[in-house]
């Protein structure tokens, strides 16, 4: 992923450093309670999660564009000072240029199996979300639909959401997964927790006593899933068979959403 | 009597000023033709093969009101012209002889158009000069479908900035002594705008109706549907324009009034040109506005081939409430060759990180002095595409929001350049400018651009 990133880029990342963490950084996402679909979600509040984790300060701004307004074409994404940097991975990255780090304690080989662990979460869990989003025939309908085209105009919706359909199935297929019926991808997600859980080892975060991005990436993911409502809750229930994962999720929960909100 | 090849009857043709009385050994006689009784027994139409009678009938009727000789050539004229406007035909000729057989009258008359119709399919490739921008254009056209002129003409153009339009539209025109034509078309275009850091991808549906209320006076009545897909040109674009990204649909109702009274489009030497644009969005979609716009150019001949042109453009939005938006797209623009000389393209008004925002309001007008090549090489001949220009153009731009009234803010700020240059026409749509300006007025936000100007377009200011 770095390697995509040009040299502009770079320097401006490096002259980034000079500046301390600025107060007004915005995190933009689409509107959660009517529009937001069930990846973006999960991306989004992994990045929030991070960034609590690391605990910088951030509003989180609701904008029906933010898609298009994303450099990648992807949600979320913060807007620091000058600098706009959207998904995960870059956004750490960045953050790491400020001088903050999770992952300051660990070894080069931890690093590398934690990147690994990531890819895997990005492999299985978002294009299961995507499969169940774009290709079940009662989520795309009853869900997906309504909510990806509610902030158009009629016939502006169908055709945003149809187009953006056409983009999701291009995008399965080049993975592999369009062609998966929907055992095989639970099957998949089951195989992803189970790997997660053997890795966990019923400690309390991945690596140790703090948690990670890894951490927040697992956290964004499995708390939408289960608490997205969806006519078909089948990859929720998966989920819910794997109580160390649950467990995790509900310290990531305690310790930096429900903390912030007492405060 | 020979054939009688009608011309164009549209302005601007030199009449021959012949001397009779001059020409020596040749016998010339007078005859006043309006005082030649006529009547037209008969009109012939030659060469027609897929179009339908009734409307080369509608046409050529007002052949039979005429009563003397001099009306009946002058008709026979008219109706060329209308037939040549049907676009059905590659050649007409007109011809009058006296009438003859059993059945012709005293005075009758008999007139035969002899026409070639076009081929089914005509195609080409060409290029085109827009605003700003040389595009290599593909055309295919179905001219005369169905016999009564309509026509089916589909383009695809690719631009000199990687900009791919096309434009699938559908002609017909209608019965009727206002000249109605129908026509709808399908279309993408793609713009760039560098100089507001963004890119639109339009693709739309308008349904025209275009009608002449006077000989003069054009109407036209559209209907425009359209998508909007703004994106981020650069990265480096502001985060302004990065919040008005994304698609949206407007659905706009257009009149356009023009009355153009000129000799020539690109170097008028004479006559006026109007042209009030009314557009209400908001009928359907989520983008609403009224929009007035108004055009205004008029020439004068101070000696035989200098030219003094004067001209006035203006325009006006309003918003419709905050329910509906109003994109980058909807918003004036003001500076660049083609509208304010001496600024930058959309130089003037208000910017964010050296991205242009658009206003709601503006007007410009500029003071032309066009005069031929000194020294005038190339006399009647290349010479005649070339003109020079001294000019000053003023304008002014800007929002609603604020304490003044708007006739005080109109007043203030007024930017302004003059300079001097070279014009040529391009064929006959298009001119090449290339001015030395010196901005006069402008203000610190503004970008001026004093020095060497480069405009090629079709509508200067």
Redesign the interface.
């Known amino acids: 992923m770095t390697s995509h990133v040009p040299l502009?880029?770079k320097i401006q990342m490096e002259l980034g450093v000079l500046e301390p963490w600025p107060k007004d950084v915005k995190l933009y996402q689409p509107y959660e309670v009517e529009q937001i679909l069930l990846p973006d979600n999960a991306n989004c509040l992994a990045v929030q999660a991070f960034l609590r984790m690391c605990n910088l300060e951030f509003e989180v701004v609701s904008?029906?564009?933010a898609?298009?307004?994303s450099?990648s074409g992807k949600v979320p994404f913060i807007?620091c000072g000058a600098f706009?940097i959207s998904e995960l991975e870059p956004i750490v990255q960045f953050v790491n240029t400020k001088g903050i780090t999770l992952t300051a304690n660990m070894e080069g080989d931890q690093k590398s199996d934690m990147r690994a662990y990531m890819s895997l979460v990005h492999n299985v869990l978002e294009n299961a979300e995507l499969y169940i989003c774009w290709c079940d025939k009662e989520t795309y309908n009853e869900v997906t639909k309504p909510r990806n085209g509610s902030v158009?105009?009629?016939?502006?919706n169908h055709?945003?959401t149809w187009s953006k359909k056409s983009t999701v199935l291009k995008k399965l297929k080049m993975m592999g997964w369009f062609n998966k019926n929907i055992e095989q991808v639970y099957q998949e997600v089951e195989n992803c927790c189970q790997a997660l859980t053997d890795r966990l080892e019923g400690k309390e975060f991945f690596f140790g006593q703090s948690p990670t991005e890894l951490d927040a990436l697992i956290f964004g993911h499995l708390f939408t899933i289960l608490t997205t409502p969806l006519p078909n809750s089948n990859i929720a229930n998966i989920v819910r068979n794997f109580p160390s994962l649950i467990d995790l999720v509900q310290r990531v929960e305690e310790d930096y959403f429900k903390k912030k909100v007492k405060q | 009597m020979g054939v009688v090849h009608a011309k164009d009857s549209g302005s601007g043709l030199p009449h021959p000023n012949i001397n009779y009385d001059d020409c020596e050994g040749v016998e010339t006689r007078e005859i006043k033709l309006d005082g030649v009784k006529a009547r037209v027994d008969r009109v012939h139409v030659n060469g027609l093969a897929r179009t339908k009678n009734d409307i080369i009938q509608d046409v050529v009727k007002d052949l039979f009101a005429a009563n003397d000789f001099q009306d009946v050539l002058l008709k026979a004229q008219k109706v060329r012209t209308k037939l040549n406007s049907l676009g059905c035909f590659q050649y007409i000729s007109v011809f009058v002889d006296t009438s003859k057989g059993p059945s012709a009258t005293p005075h009758g008359i008999e007139v035969t158009f002899h026409v070639r119709e076009l081929k089914r399919l005509v195609g080409g490739i060409n290029t085109q000069v827009g605003e700003n921008e040389g595009s290599l254009v593909i055309g295919l056209r179905a001219p005369n479908m169905f016999g009564r002129g309509e026509r089916l003409q589909t383009e695809f153009s690719y631009g000199s900035k990687n900009s791919n339009n096309y434009n699938i539209s559908f002609i017909k025109p209608l019965k009727g002594k206002h000249i109605p034509v129908f026509s709808t078309s399908v279309y993408q275009s793609t713009s760039e705008w560098p100089s507001s850091g963004y890119r639109q991808i339009d693709q739309g549906l308008i349904v025209d109706f275009a009608f002449n209320s006077t000989c003069m006076i054009k109407h036209n009545l559209q209907w425009d549907a359209a998508?909007r897909n703004?994106?981020?040109l650069s990265?480096s674009s502001s985060?302004t324009i990065?919040?008005s990204?994304?698609?949206?649909?407007k659905s706009a109702l257009r009149h356009i009034l023009s009355i153009d009274g000129r000799d020539d489009r690109i170097f008028p030497a004479c006559g006026t040109f109007f042209q009030l644009a009314s557009e209400v969005a908001g009928l359907?979609?989520?983008v609403g506005f009224v929009k007035n716009d108004v055009f205004l150019q008029s020439n004068y001949s101070l000696t035989d081939d200098v030219v003094l042109q004067t001209s006035f453009n203006g325009g006006i939005l309003n918003s419709l409430g905050d329910d509906y938006k109003i994109t980058l797209s909807d918003m004036y623009y003001l500076g660049g060759p083609l509208s304010l000389r001496g600024f930058r393209m959309r130089g003037v008004g208000p910017h964010s990180e050296g991205d242009a925002l658009g206003s709601n309001w503006f007007w410009s007008s500029g003071l032309h002095l066009f005069t031929p090549l000194p020294f005038r090489p190339g006399k009647g001949g290349v010479g005649e595409l070339f003109r020079m220009h001294f000019f000053a153009n003023a304008g002014n731009t800007g929002d609603f929001e604020g304490d003044d009234s708007i006739i005080e803010r109109v007043k203030t700020n007024i930017r302004a350049a003059y300079g001097v240059g070279l014009a040529m026409r391009l064929g006959q749509m298009a001119r090449v400018e290339i001015n030395y300006c010196f901005p006069y007025k402008f203000q610190e936000s503004d970008l001026a651009q004093p020095g060497v100007q480069f405009g090629i377009g079709v509508q200067f200011l």
């Open positions: 502009m880029d904008k029906a564009n898609e298009f307004m450099p807007k706009v158009y105009p009629w016939p502006l055709i945003q | 998508i703004l994106g981020v990265k985060f990065r919040e990204s994304g698609a949206t649909l359907g979609g989520d």
